[in-house]
Nanobody
Framework: QVQLVESGGGLVQPGGSLRLSCAASGSVFSINTMGWYRQAPGKERDLVARITKGGSTNVADSVKGRFTISRDNAKNTVYLQMNSLKPEDTAVYYC????????????????WGQGTQVTVSS
């Protein structure tokens, strides 16, 4: 099973920036898509951004122009650069990987990280 470890969360003032990282490890042949989701208290876990192995991205409307997702395929790591942070960005941010394993063969596998807290407050 792929293990995901997030880092980079913390407390930041409105207008500030954070960079989240998520490193994948384990018996991996290929990670197809990696993404970031967030969940605030009393809210659903929603997509923030996702990126394919080829670099195609989808970004939620609420963060377009402020957040940028990128990945380093050689390191199996995905990043989320968060700029112009707002209080409403406060949430636990979770990393997600969609992958397959060649041996033993397994397809459409999903792993979630434990989450990292991002708090935007003055």
């Amino acid at each position: 099973q792929v293990q995901l470890v997030e880092s980079g969360g913390g407390l930041v003032q409105p207008g500030g920036s954070l960079r989240l990282s998520c490193a994948a490890s384990g018996s991996v042949f290929s990670i197809n898509t990696m993404g970031w989701y967030r969940q605030a208290p009393g809210k659903e876990r929603d997509l923030v951004a996702r990126i394919t192995k080829g670099g195609s991205t989808n970004v939620a409307d609420s963060v377009k122009g402020r957040f940028t997702i990128s990945r380093d395929n050689a390191k199996n790591t995905v990043y989320l650069q968060m700029n112009s942070l707002k209080p409403e960005d406060t949430a636990v941010y979770y990393c997600k990987a969609e992958y397959y394993r060649s041996y033993p063969s397994a397809f459409n596998l999903i792993s979630w990280g434990q989450g990292t807290q991002v708090t935007v407050s003055s």
